[in-house]
């Protein structure tokens, strides 16, 4: 970490930093020290977002606990020049490559609860400006009325904290989720697959009905593919302004986006996630364009499943499994898978 704590490289962290970091930034660090790919990155303290809620507009409008209003506040303070240079540095470290911007809000990632879709993430951002913006807005994204809601729901009088997680793109070909178990069954022993082409968004945003596979993980075998017409997908803008929506060809829209082989990659590295978590997860994941699973695979995030049933006599329907993988699988409104 640097000398005033606001950052730390991904593979320097572990499950101890969560409360420092947030559970995302810690669970990603522990994927690395299982060797599992993950696209390197730095993760931002919650001293950062501390530090930042401390300025004078800032803690006033938090005090005064409209979420309005301190969206407000949030929106116009500046970078504290502290947390902006290490923030320079860490990603001049990483490369200045294009990043991933995301939330690792403490409790976002638990057994007990599950921020799904309630704090941001901000996809191919470049620039030392741009991250420090994309950095104050999953800060603000606190504030949102859902996220707000939620908190109140789960109860307890701890104050919000926010780390972030900054990781280097992967221009994804075909990206998802899965489930190391049946997610609305229970099944342990198989693994749940959606999958459609470029970045998330499109499935996050209910664009397209993402492929649906059901693999067993003792055989590999694939027990259901439901294949669907993903018609839409997400890509690097061109022009540099993130990603933008383009239509699939239509020799690809009804194509199935994984073979037996990259699904059975998929299978191997959920079932070490499971192992070294020592619990059923929730995996994002995508496969670098131009290559192939399982050496173009890389997890984004890892998390505890959470509001899974207990097994079932009679296995679940397609259909119900992708309600489930798109409920869970949507933790952000700018999804990276």
Same mark, same amino acid.
């Given at each position: @970490? ?32 299982? +060797? ?32 309005? &209003? ?14 902006? !240079? ?5 990603? !001049?470290? $990483?490369?200045?490559?294009? &990043? ?5 809000? $403490? ?12 704090? +941001? ?8 400006? %741009? ?30 904290? @926010?780390?972030?997680?900054? %990781?280097? *793109? ?7 989720? *899965? ?10 022993? @198989? ?20 492929? !649906? ?83 173009? $695979?890389?997890? $984004? ?7 899974? +049933? ?28």
């Amino acid at each position: @970490m640097t000398s005033a704590g606001y950052t730390r490289p991904l593979d320097q962290l572990r499950r101890e930093d969560e409360s420092s970091f947030g559970g995302k930034s810690a669970s990603l660090g522990e994927l690395l020290a299982a +060797e599992i790919p993950v696209p390197p990155g730095f993760a931002l303290s919650t001293a950062a977002y501390a530090t930042f809620a401390s300025q004078q507009a800032v803690a006033e409008a938090i005090s005064g606990g409209d979420a309005s &209003v301190i969206a407000q506040a949030m929106r116009s303070a500046a970078m504290p020049t502290e947390v902006a !240079d290490e923030i320079a540095r860490a990603y !001049d470290a $990483l490369g200045s490559p294009p &990043v991933a911007v995301r939330s690792s809000a $403490l409790g976002e990632d638990s057994e007990e609860a599950t921020f799904a879709g309630q704090q +941001e993430t901000f996809l191919w951002v470049r620039g030392t400006e %741009q991250v420090c913006d994309a950095v104050r807005d999953c800060w603000i994204s606190l504030y949102s009325s859902t996220a707000v809601s939620y908190r109140a729901r789960l109860g307890g009088d701890r104050d919000p904290a @926010m780390g972030v997680t900054v %990781q280097e *793109m992967v221009d994804a070909e075909v990206s998802g989720v *899965m489930f190391t178990c049946n997610p609305v069954s229970g099944d342990p022993s @198989m693994v749940a697959v959606n999958a459609s082409w470029g970045l998330g968004l499109a499935v996050v945003g209910g664009e397209v009905t993402p492929d !649906d596979y059901l693999v067993s993980k003792v055989t590999r075998e694939v027990v259901r593919a439901t294949i669907n017409d993903k018609h839409h997908e997400y890509v690097p803008d061109p022009g540099g302004g993130g990603a933008i929506r383009v239509d699939v060809p239509a020799d690809r829209r009804t194509a199935r986006c994984l073979d037996e082989a990259a699904l059975a990659a998929l299978v191997d590295v959920a079932k070490r996630v499971e192992r070294h978590f020592g619990s059923r997860q929730d995996i994002e994941w995508a496969i670098a364009r131009g290559e192939s699973a399982p050496g173009g $695979l890389y997890l $984004l995030q890892s998390r505890p499943v959470t509001g899974v +049933e207990g097994p079932k006599t009679k296995p679940a329907p397609a259909s119900a499994i992708a309600a489930v993988m798109t409920t869970f699988g949507a933790n952000v409104k700018r999804g990276e898978t």
